[in-house]
């Protein structure tokens, strides 16, 4: 088929001509070949413009087009859509930046004109090297996997299950509720209700679109987003080792957090000392409603410490000073006469509430003591004494009680999770969010989702918040009877180029490539791949092209740039 | 609820975020905003904490999504002035301000600018520079079309009958004196509120000097100083155009005042002392606070790096004065020593405060607010972005002060509800 | 009078950051030089050796690549796969007996217009300082 190109050079109004000499642009273009037309036109965005560009394509029967006008950013898809209604294939189009980085930041308009004709040139050698790609669709399962059953999973599957979609959720445990199931209340001003965490146990039991899988593992997962293929093993006792391969669309990980284990530093004294009990053995002492020493007594005096893992993880857990303030609250209204004593290093009361909590608690009585650090938590005839130093002078207290904070970390499956979906873990060992600012439930393999505590410390509502979310992004992507487009602009790889050194499977960090063992090459998924071209850059054969962005594309712009 | 329509207010990184999930789920999403540009606090930030990136690179293209969304109907300088109905079907007004510059002929070339004879204080830049009566908020502002403040336009206030200065320079017949104020009538199936946060009003605390000196910045003054595309292009000087030698950045502005923590402000103050030196290596920045509230998984590790190059006080109160042109800051340790020290520029960190509307929102969407003024929501529920009104979800700032990837999950979290009420 | 000499440069920007940040420039209406040549690529790890060494081989004065600033990539680690691939090139260019400063890594954002033209002014002085590209000005090498 014969080329034929068509040139249109936009004028912006004013803003173009006043800087670049279209009459010569169009003159020294006209001279080339396989330029059959190029024309200039007062505003092409507008709509007489648009209308005038797709009457010109079609009476022209223009095989490739070039628009010289302001930035891509602006207008690319404006003109890709003029085309693909003139009957083109709209990627053999180059939109061509005369006004942005040429008419507005050339002052001369001699230099602006021959930057102006260089641009397009190079814009039209360019397409010529265009392939017409095409915007491939792709079926879809709508379904989901939901790994972890504690509330974070639980709300997922709730906002996720419907009619046309099945839900497979998957606790490691015999019994759903997670962590939160443990605790003896919530926070007052977010609901005392610990009954919700049952309420919601029920529903999900009641709901018919939602499977539970209990005591089975995950162990294997793979695909992309619509498509993914999940392996679910059993350990329950008559069921043990029986596998089922499910189908699913998008995963949701909940897979929750642990406690910092106190026996890692000596200093807290937990596990040698006698009433010194952390925070989870606390809550089980408020559910059986039995706050005793081990002499079956009642404490008189209990320390609260804080922060207890903080230095050594390297962060703040975020939940540790309200729930001790919990805990404050509960042994003031529950034990009237005994002296309570919060060791903390900084209060982090971050909600808006969070600070009239804490002043309540302080007009109940509860001491507050600022330390730098907790230096050892000792036994000193019956009492336990906690010293600690701050600004630098040693200092310390002398109670019966003691209830020690510990830091959240990941739960174990976190690392082998990662491992099985080839998804990055960020410096505390929990999971990475694809953007931390803007994109805080999505991780780098489309389609998987991460909810709760599994991405770090965070309190119950903000961790069902990120629940509901998770069911945004999924229910936004994946709809009963649509397909999805992945992108069309993406790598591909030469088999007969490639080597096989999987250099590229390392550098792509939306897992995009694997390694085909029996061809001995690398192959690219077009549903993952974003078309960011880094294998592209790293292929040390040059066996990967970027489609769109080709080498020979890019070097008719570097050739004309020289020219 | 049947009804396919989503009301959202506020254009903020929130209101953004929910207007495209659900835009992509084939929503008709209907997106109020009371400026004449959309983005809200997030675009003034030159970088985000903990990862120092950049607000524009990471905004824009979300801008530009909203703006070319087909399923996404944006109505610029506009306030939702009535309500009625409930979930499913609520009933909505919407009053639109005339812009005068038409968003479909204007190509933003900025010829209007300088021909308008009024100059006025940028309030998008905290005052610290002038604009025209006809202008964009600052550069690279989207939509990147001009507004004209009619309050100050000769010709619409009627100053100066007749002048046309932008309406000659414009190629593209974009300008439109003649352009009314709208009402639109709208009916939804759910509202989301996303009006973000306002920054506490310092100058009522005369202890901080602020207003009496002019090298005492608020922090929202302050991120506009470090812009780019801020009036000083992203120089650091101090007012009078000397460089900076030394400066005392004070957290917890107001928050004895309001009655609770922002939970942003240590972040960002630190943020304030990583920009500060890497502009002014020299200089030497003390950072005033009292809790540190850094509790995300990676803002510890960020305090402990910027900690081995600058100094963190404790305080128990503190005051700024003038002395000869300079400040002092005259501070009591934790420790209960009384001390001070000299300083060039102080940075206030004010509290996160409800945007300036919210008590007439609160009135038309029949929702309360809470003793801090912020909108109420079901927490007792477990439901921090239910309102007291089916339907009504409250997102971002407009629930309390949070940090971004807070505010997109509620966003993301309110999107989520909707679509699973309709599957 | 001999006419100055005005180099050849070309630059290759990443489309979410410093393309962005070069269509500020022109937006503001920032005077830049007009020596280099803009290549718009998605991401700075696009830009292999081969694109830059064939610029430098058919007579380029001089290449910047520029990207997103580090932690910033719209692709989250794009920019460090370019940044290590630089210090090779450097070497490279050496050996080609080409001076190393003739390549240029920067990191321009969407909103540093005013940066973008201060960075391709100085490098295109650097450049016009060094002189031609002496493998085409020297037909010996």
């Not at chain 1, 904070?405 to 174990?412: D, I, K, N």
Request: net charge negative; glycine share 8%; hydrophobic share 35%.
């Amino acid at each position: 088929m014969n080329k034929k190109i068509g040139v249109y050079v936009c004028e912006c109004g004013p803003n173009i001509p006043e800087r670049i000499d279209i009459d010569k642009v169009i003159e020294e273009l006209s001279s080339m070949g396989e330029v059959k037309t190029v024309k200039r036109y007062s505003l092409l965005c507008s709509n007489d413009g648009k209308k005038f560009l797709k009457e010109d394509i079609e009476k022209e029967e223009l095989t490739h087009v070039v628009v010289a006008a302001c930035s891509p950013k602006e207008h690319e898809n404006t003109f890709m859509k003029v085309c693909e209604e003139a009957g083109m294939n709209p990627y053999l189009f180059q939109m061509v930046n005369i006004r942005e980085q040429c008419a507005w930041m050339i002052p001369d308009k001699e230099e602006a004109t021959s930057k102006a004709i260089k641009y397009i040139k190079a814009g039209v050698h360019r397409v010529l090297f265009h392939d017409p790609l095409k915007q491939k669709e792709l079926e879809i399962n709508v379904d989901v996997l939901v790994i972890g059953g504690g509330i974070s999973g639980i709300e997922a599957s709730l906002s996720l299950a419907g009619p046309n979609r099945k839900i497979h959720l998957v606790e490691k445990t015999d019994s759903l509720g997670g962590m939160a199931g443990k605790l003896s209340q919530i926070l007052p001003h977010q609901g005392s209700k610990i009954k919700l965490v049952k309420e919601k146990i029920e529903q999900v039991e009641n709901n018919e679109n939602i499977h539970v899988y209990t005591s089975s593992d995950v162990k294997e997962v793979r695909g992309f987003l619509g498509n993914f293929e999940a392996v679910v093993k059993s350990n329950q006792e008559n069921k043990e080792g029986i596998e089922e391969e499910i189908k699913v669309g998008a995963v949701v990980l909940a897979t929750g957090f642990e406690m910092f284990d106190l026996k890692e530093n000596p200093v807290y004294g937990y596990g040698e000392i006698e009433n010194v009990v952390s925070a989870l053995e606390f809550e089980e002492m408020i559910h059986s409603e039995k706050i005793e020493l081990k002499n079956g007594k009642k404490p008189k005096s209990v320390a609260l410490v804080h922060c207890a893992g903080r230095k050594e993880k390297g962060y703040c857990s975020k939940v540790c000073c309200l729930y001790t303030l919990k805990f404050a609250h509960y042994l003031k209204d529950n034990l009237p006469d005994v002296d309570v004593k919060e060791l903390y290093m900084d209060l982090c009361l971050p909600h808006k509430q969070d600070q009239s909590y804490f002043d309540q608690a302080k007009e109940k009585g509860v001491e507050f003591i600022r330390m730098d650090e907790v230096e050892k938590i000792k036994k000193s005839g019956d009492k336990i004494e906690v010293e600690y130093r701050n600004n630098d002078k040693a200092d310390k207290v002398s109670v019966d009680m003691v209830v020690i904070a510990p830091a959240m970390v990941p739960s174990q499956d976190t690392s082998h999770l990662a491992e099985l979906l080839n998804l990055p873990l960020d410096k505390s060992g929990f999971f990475k969010e694809l953007h931390e600012m803007l994109d805080p439930v999505a991780t780098p393999m489309e389609g998987v989702y991460i909810t709760g505590c599994a991405l770090g410390p965070r309190n119950i509502p903000e961790s069902m918040t990120q629940s509901h979310a998770t069911s945004g992004k999924i229910l936004s992507s994946l709809i009963p009877g649509r397909k999805v487009k992945p992108e069309v602009k993406v790598s591909e790889i030469k088999e007969d180029l490639c080597t096989g050194c999987q250099t590229c499977l390392s550098v792509c960090f939306y897992g995009a490539i694997s390694y085909d063992p029996f061809k001995g090459v690398s192959v690219v998924n077009e549903a993952i791949c974003r078309g960011c071209g880094s294998c592209v850059g790293s292929c040390p054969s040059g066996a990967i092209r970027s489609k769109h962005f080709t080498y020979y594309q890019l070097y008719q712009e570097v050739m004309e740039a020289l020219r | 609820m049947k009804n396919q329509n989503v009301l959202v207010i506020g254009s903020g990184v929130a209101g953004m975020e929910a207007s495209l999930i659900l835009a992509d789920a084939g929503m008709k999403v209907h997106l109020v905003e009371k400026d004449s540009l959309i983005g809200g606090q997030t675009i003034k930030f030159e970088e985000v904490y903990p990862n120092m990136e950049c607000a524009t690179c990471m905004l824009a293209p979300k801008q530009q999504e909203v703006l070319q969304h087909e399923n996404i109907t944006l109505y610029l300088l506009s306030q939702v002035k009535k309500t009625e109905g409930s979930a499913g079907e609520f009933k909505v007004q919407i009053e639109k301000k005339a812009r005068y510059v038409s968003l479909i002929n204007c190509i933003g070339c900025g010829a209007c600018y300088d021909p308008c004879p009024v100059s006025l204080d940028n309030e998008f830049e905290q005052g610290m520079s002038q604009k025209k009566a006809i202008a964009v908020a600052c550069p690279g502002a989207l939509p990147n079309v001009p507004a004209i403040d009619a309050d100050n336009c000769l010709r619409l206030n009627g100053k100066k009958k007749g002048c046309n200065a932008c309406e000659q320079a414009c190629g593209f017949g974009a300008i439109d004196f003649t352009e009314k104020d709208e009402t639109i009538n709208l009916e939804v199936g759910a509202i989301i509120v996303a009006t973000g946060f306002d920054q506490f009003d310092v100058s009522g605390l005369a202890q901080f000097g602020y207003g009496k000196h002019p090298n005492v910045y608020t922090a929202m003054e302050f991120e506009r100083l470090y812009a780019q595309n801020g009036p000083t292009e992203g120089k650091l000087t101090l007012r009078e155009e000397r460089p900076i030698k030394s400066a005392g950045i004070i957290h917890c502005i107001g928050r004895k005042e309001k009655g609770y923590c922002s939970g942003v402000c240590c972040m960002y103050s630190m943020k304030f002392a990583h920009f500060i030196k890497d502009k002014a290596p020299e200089a030497e920045i003390h950072e005033f606070h009292t809790d540190l509230c850094i509790p995300g998984k990676s803002h510890q590790r960020f305090y402990e790096e910027l900690s081995k190059k600058i100094d963190f006080i404790r305080y128990e109160d503190v005051e700024v004065k003038g002395n000869n042109g300079n400040l002092e800051i005259i501070y009591t340790h934790s420790n209960g020593k009384r001390d001070s020290i000299k300083s060039d520029m102080v940075i206030l960190s004010p509290a996160m405060i409800p945007s300036k509307g919210t008590k007439d929102l609160a009135k038309v969407l029949g929702i309360s607010q809470d003793s801090m003024g912020f909108f109420s929501t079901q927490d007792q529920n477990l439901s921090p972005i239910d309102s007291e009104k089916e339907g009504i979800f409250i997102i971002g700032c407009a629930e309390g002060p949070k940090d971004i990837p807070d505010s997109v999950s509620q966003a993301e979290a309110a999107a989520g509800r909707i679509l699973s009420l309709l599957q | 009078m001999e006419k100055k000499f005005k180099p050849n440069i070309v630059g290759f920007l990443c489309n979410w950051c410093s393309y962005a940040g070069a269509d500020l420039a022109g937006s503001s209406k920032t005077d830049v030089d007009s020596s280099l040549s803009v290549i718009r690529v998605m991401c700075s790890s696009r830009v292999n050796s081969n694109l830059v060494l064939s610029a430098l081989l058919w007579g380029s004065d001089g290449v910047l690549v520029a990207g997103c600033h580090p932690g910033d990539c719209h692709y989250e680690k794009g920019n460090y796969y370019a940044r290590r691939r630089f210090a090779l090139l450097k070497k490279i260019a050496e050996v080609l007996n080409l001076e190393p400063d003739r390549i240029q890594l920067s990191w321009i954002s969407a909103s540093e217009g005013k940066r973008y033209a201060e960075v391709v002014n100085k490098f295109a002085e650097d450049i016009s300082k060094l002189g031609p590209n002496p493998l085409t000005s020297n037909p010996k090498v």
